[in-house]
């Protein structure tokens, strides 16, 4: 079954700095799609970067960028230059768009906190 | 704002009641999802609808029903509510299967 992984349960990072938040997953298929959605106190789930399986450049959003270590099946995020916008809970999603269902599996969140 | 929308936004109701979530996804997109959020948990898959055929169905009740109408928007039904039954419960519309999914707002379900 296809699982993912986020083992950091919080996190804090000072303003301006840079933090990494970890994620990895489990899959025997080659293609598919990793997110990264944001969910601050609001809890609305924001989009914050997508990564093509078949891509090998990792996929940057301004501050966002990920490491995505395909055969390591792992896809960490990376935030720099902080903001206190950025406290939010993180949540890593996996997309099988292969075995017909279209499922998502999502990941138990990285609660994040920006330090002023 | 993502194009998809929820209704209502909140909802207090009683134990042994039901209740009828709606989601509007965004023009064009086939696919609509349900998750259910408890509080401080993560996403868990509830059901999908694509171009209003069930396609999977995650850790959904037997007290929980779904439907996509021609239209394409969805409603999601859940009765006999219990307490535990509390949570956000979120729809979220794709459109091609390799296109992203989008997030509605939200339901925010209170059940006394």
């Known amino acids: 079954a296809q699982t993912v992984t986020q083992s950091q349960p919080e996190m804090s990072v000072q303003e301006a700095e840079t933090v990494t938040l970890s994620c990895t997953y489990d899959t025997s298929e080659n293609n598919y799609y990793l997110f990264w959605y944001k969910q601050p106190p609001s809890r609305q789930m924001i989009l914050v970067i997508r990564q093509e399986a078949y891509k090998q450049q990792n996929a940057t959003e301004n501050r966002f960028s990920v490491n995505f270590q395909k055969a390591a099946k792992s896809f960490s995020l990376k935030i720099s230059d902080s903001q206190l916008g950025d406290t939010a809970m993180y949540f890593c999603?996996?997309?099988?768009?292969?075995?017909?269902?279209?499922?998502?599996?999502f990941g138990t969140g990285t609660r994040l906190k920006v330090l002023a | 704002d993502s194009g998809v929308t929820q209704t209502p936004k909140h909802l207090i109701t009683a134990t042994g009641q039901r209740v009828t979530l709606r989601c509007s996804p965004r023009?064009?997109?086939?696919?609509v999802y349900w998750y259910q959020q408890s509080l401080d948990q993560g996403l868990q898959f509830l059901i999908h609808y694509y171009n209003g055929e069930e396609r999977a169905k995650g850790n959904i009740l037997e007290r929980f029903s779904a439907q996509q109408f021609p239209d394409l928007h969805s409603e999601l039904n859940l009765s006999s509510l219990e307490l535990g039954d509390s949570a956000l419960y979120f729809c979220a519309s794709q459109g091609g299967y390799q296109e992203t999914q989008y997030f509605g707002p939200g339901t925010r379900l209170l059940v006394l």
């Open positions: 023009s064009g997109d086939l696919s």
């Open positions: 999603a996996f997309h099988d768009y292969t075995s017909g269902t279209y499922k998502y599996i």
